[in-house]
């Protein structure tokens, strides 16, 4: 029981940090896109 808790535990972690890179690159891709949209009026 002991190890299916850290198992959880470390995917919880792990879902945690990909979540945050994806925010960042949707983030990034977001701020491109507005860049872009401002350079062509």
């Known amino acids: ?3 299916l808790v850290g ?3 470390g995917l919880s972690l792990i879902v ?3 979540w945050d890179r ?3 690159l949707a983030a ?3 701020a491109l896109f ?3 949209f ?3 009026l």
Do not use: P
């Open 38 to 40: 401002v350079a062509s």
């Open 34 to 36: 507005a860049a872009a």
């Open 16 to 18: 945690d940090l990909n």
């Open 1 to 3: 029981m002991q190890h």
């Open 28 to 30: 990034v891709g977001g």
């Open 7 to 9: 198992g959880y535990r």
């Open 22 to 24: 994806l925010f960042y």
